[in-house]
Structures are given as structure tokens and as C-alpha cells.
């Protein structure tokens, strides 16, 4: 069976972050592993308390799982300090991982900037080159491109810019801010547009680590990218149709629709 390791926070009500990772990975065909870079108390109404884990023991984690069982592909959360960025950046060079799925997770869709600018410019220099491919949002894109991002051709324009900046592929996620569940994907040669129709459905907490996981989960079984990234898109597309309704705000997806 191929492996893959998740290395992101963790979400008490199972919507998102390793929780939404290891469900979709699970879903997908692969082994799921996880390091833990924070433990968060949340619920579909909101967050009300995160402990970070230290430098030290998230080194821990991703040595002991490598060393031991060594994953196919490898995706990244949200690391919100340059240390733990740092760690994550180091473990990748020493342990020569691959298939690295980053979710470059800086800016809520709201526009609310989530991490600090220091470890923004540590997740630029450090994490983002060892990249096979990135997934920002538009506001996130918008930090790494530089400008703002208004229109499909926008679009097009910031993901070869970011892949130029930081020689990652791009898949840029349109979202309601510009198109209709449009992603665009751009891998340093070729350019590709995977369009979706918006699903009428508002629990739709955790989209950002499930689609990174599933991308991760299809490059970890050797798909080719865009092949990864289209199954991806059709995976996430089947959770939200579900329509699960769990708590009493944004809830969580029904990761487990494929599985009769």
C-alpha cells in the first residue's frame, strides 16, 4: 500500500486540519500518517484555543514516521511559526521527501490574515522551493504574486509568476471571489483549467486540507499531477454533494461518500 504523511494541525471536531487529512487520504487508497504541529479546541462555530507543539517534538514525529515507514507523498498545513516552518523545510532536504503537497495556508478566504509576516517570508524562502506543487487560495495567492487578483486571466498570470518565483507547480483555487469553482493549474510548462460547478451547500469546513490530501494521496499512488488534481476535484465535488449537515455553524464535508 503507498503512504502518506500529513503534517499539519489538529481539528477537535474532525472537520479539517490531520483529522480531514487522514479521512481523506484513507478515502483515496493510501496509508495515512501524521506529525502534529498544533492542537487546536474548535468546532463549526470557530476556534477558541491552539497550543503549538515545539520545534523539537515536531522533529520528533517526522523522524520517527520516516525512518521508519516512509511516505509517498507528503502534505503541509497550516505551520503557523518560522520554527516549525523551518523544522518542516529541514526534514524535507535531510530525509529527501517527495511529492510534497504544500497548502500554503496564510489568508482566510475572508481576507484575515492567519500567520505572521515572519513566518510568511519563512514559508516563501524555505518551504515553498521544495514544493512539487502548492495550492493557494486567492487571497494567499494574492501574498505571493504580489498584486491583486481579479479575473480568470489574473489568474493565469500569478500562478506562472509564482511557479517562476518559487519553481513549484501552481494550482490556483478560484473560489466565489473570482470565478465559479474554477482551479487553474500551472506546472512550469503547461497551463490547465479544471472548471466545477459551486455545490449549494454551506458546510464546507476543511475544503482546503481535503483537496491538498487528496492531491497528495493520487501523486503518492503515481498519478500524474493534473490527473491527481482532476480525481481531487471530482473526490471533494462527491463530499460536498453529500450534503452532510453536522453542528451548528460551517460544518464538515462527508469525507467518507465514496466508501459503500
Known amino acids: 500500500m503507498k503512504t502518506a504523511l500529513t503534517i499539519a494541525g489538529s481539528d477537535s471536531c474532525g472537520g479539517a486540519g490531520i483529522q480531514a487529512d487522514i479521512k481523506t487520504m484513507t478515502c483515496n487508497g493510501v496509508y495515512a500518517m501524521s506529525a502534529i504541529t498544533a492542537l487546536t479546541a474548535q468546532n463549526t462555530t470557530g476556534v477558541t484555543g491552539i497550543m503549538e507543539v515545539t520545534p523539537d517534538f515536531l522533529k520528533e514525529q517526522i523522524k520517527a514516521v520516516v525512518t521508519d515507514i516512509f511516505p509517498d507523498a507528503v502534505k503541509t498545513g497550516m505551520v503557523s511559526s518560522s520554527a516549525l516552518i523551518k523544522v518542516?523545510?529541514?526534514?524535507?532536504?535531510?530525509?529527501?521527501?517527495?511529492?510534497?503537497?504544500?497548502?500554503?495556508?496564510?489568508?482566510?478566504?475572508?481576507?484575515?490574515?492567519?500567520?505572521?509576516?515572519?513566518?510568511?517570508?519563512?514559508?516563501?524562502?524555505?518551504?515553498?522551493?521544495?514544493?512539487?506543487?502548492?495550492?493557494?487560495?486567492?487571497?494567499?495567492?494574492?501574498?505571493?504574486?504580489?498584486?491583486?487578483?481579479?479575473?480568470?486571466?489574473?489568474?493565469?498570470?500569478?500562478?506562472?509568476?509564482?511557479?517562476?518565483?518559487?519553481?513549484?507547480?501552481?494550482?490556483?483555487?478560484?473560489?466565489?471571489?473570482?470565478?465559479?469553482?474554477?482551479?487553474?493549474?500551472?506546472?512550469?510548462?503547461?497551463?490547465?483549467?479544471?472548471?466545477?460547478?459551486?455545490?449549494?451547500?454551506?458546510?464546507?469546513?476543511?475544503?482546503?486540507?481535503?483537496?491538498?490530501?487528496?492531491?497528495?494521496?493520487?501523486?503518492?499512488?503515481?498519478?500524474?499531477?493534473?490527473?491527481?488534481?482532476?480525481?481531487?476535484?471530482?473526490?471533494?465535488s462527491g463530499a460536498l454533494k453529500a450534503m452532510l449537515d453536522l453542528g451548528k455553524g460551517s460544518g464538515p464535508m462527508q469525507h467518507n461518500w465514496n466508501i459503500k
Not at 460547478?197 to 476543511?206: D, M, S, V, Y
Open 88 to 236: 518542516i523545510a529541514d526534514s524535507i532536504k535531510e530525509y529527501q521527501l517527495k511529492n510534497v503537497v504544500v497548502d500554503p495556508v496564510m489568508v482566510a478566504t475572508s481576507g484575515a490574515k492567519l500567520i505572521s509576516d515572519d513566518a510568511i517570508e519563512t514559508l516563501k524562502t524555505e518551504l515553498l522551493p521544495l514544493a512539487t506543487v502548492i495550492t493557494p487560495n486567492i487571497p494567499e495567492a494574492e501574498v505571493l504574486f504580489g498584486s491583486r487578483i481579479l479575473s480568470s486571466k489574473d489568474m493565469e498570470k500569478a500562478a506562472m509568476e509564482i511557479n517562476r518565483k518559487y519553481k513549484c507547480a501552481v494550482l490556483l483555487k478560484g473560489g466565489h471571489s473570482v470565478n465559479d469553482a474554477n482551479d487553474y493549474l500551472f506546472d512550469g510548462k503547461d497551463g490547465m483549467w479544471f472548471t466545477g460547478k459551486r455545490i449549494p451547500n454551506p458546510n464546507t469546513h476543511g475544503t482546503g486540507c481535503t483537496l491538498s490530501s487528496a492531491i497528495a494521496s493520487g501523486l503518492a499512488k503515481g498519478l500524474s499531477l493534473q490527473l491527481a488534481v482532476k480525481l481531487s476535484k471530482e473526490y471533494i
